[in-house]
């Protein structure tokens, strides 16, 4: 991706999230060099990878294969080993009409999918085989919205603006935006996107950046190059 597209998606997803009510933290609208200047004070930002994430998962086509994301807090892994402490995160994404977060599960991250608002959110389901891997032919079970329901292989469940799902570390998962644009909402168990997406096909979790212009803001992403 361009870093000029980048910066773009960065100002339209900022007033999308707005127009809901929304507000993005603070730091979200500091400048790299003002986080350069606070680097002392932002281990807290830095470490759990809090922060602006645009990924076309390295396929260089956002608009059909993409996502916004922003992630608002995340805790510590090793809090999550022991079972206390600060065990959960939260992202706010956007997901575009028939735009694709494609097919994947997670190892250890258990989820709340939430629509926040907007069109609908399209989720395509299935279970897994018993060493983990993707079964075309796997159904299984969900709940949306406390309900606990089934789920049959390849079944597409449209969650309206307020609904949400609920999503284990076996359940395979795409979802897109379906009629319109769709803000997420995500509370999760601890998020670790280095390690913790399974993908169905060979696919990159971030973005390949093509430097055409400065950044607005850094990417999670840019932090271990760019702090």
């Not at 260089?60 to 090793?78: A, I, M, P, S, V």
């Not at 069109?119 to 060493?131: P, T, W």
């Amino acid at each position: 991706m361009k870093r000029s597209d980048i910066n773009n998606i960065m100002a339209e997803a900022d007033a999308f999230i707005r127009s809901f009510g929304y507000i993005l933290p603070p730091f979200a609208y500091w400048t790299p060099q003002q986080m350069r200047a606070r680097r002392s004070s932002i281990d807290g930002i830095v470490d759990a990878g809090l922060g602006w994430d645009i990924t076309d998962y390295g396929q260089g086509k956002f608009d059909e294969l993409g996502l916004f994301l922003f992630t608002t807090r995340n805790g510590q892994q090793e809090d999550l080993k022991r079972g206390g402490g600060m065990c959960y995160a939260e992202k706010i994404m956007i997901s575009h009409h028939n735009q694709i977060s494609p097919m994947h599960r997670h190892y250890v991250k258990a989820e709340d999918i939430i629509n926040r608002g907007g069109a609908g959110l399209a989720i395509e389901l299935f279970g897994s085989a018993k060493d983990g891997s993707f079964d075309e032919n796997a159904g299984g079970t969900i709940r949306c919205d406390g309900i606990e329901r089934q789920f049959e292989p390849g079944e597409v469940i449209i969650l309206q603006p307020g609904e949400s799902i609920t999503l284990m570390p076996g359940d395979w998962h795409a979802f897109w935006g379906e009629g319109g644009d769709v803000l997420i909402g995500e509370v999760s168990t601890v998020n670790d996107d280095k390690t913790d997406n399974w993908f169905r096909d060979p696919i990159g979790r971030f973005s390949d950046i093509e430097e055409d212009v400065d950044p607005a803001h850094l990417l999670v992403s840019d932090y271990a190059s760019k702090l």
